[in-house]
């Protein structure tokens, strides 16, 4: 399924299990985001400035927390 004819990105850490965040990009500057098990439900579009935003936090161990 590829609603939309995007052409999506996930990590390769990801693996081929099917359980993944995929982001894609959306057009005007948007970026969808969906979680590839669940691909009825529409993806969530981020601006480039809030993605870059979380993964700036993320590259920093700001969620690692989270993982523990």
Do not use: Q
């Not at 939309?4 to 970026?31: H, Q």
């Not at 601006?47 to 936090?57: K, S």
């Amino acid at each position: 399924m590829n609603p939309g004819g995007r052409t999506w990105t996930k990590a390769t850490a990801s693996g081929d299990n099917g359980a993944c965040v995929e982001l894609a990009p959306a057009g005007d500057g948007w970026i969808a985001l969906r979680d590839s098990k669940n691909l009825d439900v529409p993806p969530l579009l981020y601006t480039r400035a809030e993605l870059a935003a979380f993964l700036d936090g993320a590259k920093s161990g700001e969620f690692d927390h989270l993982l523990t």
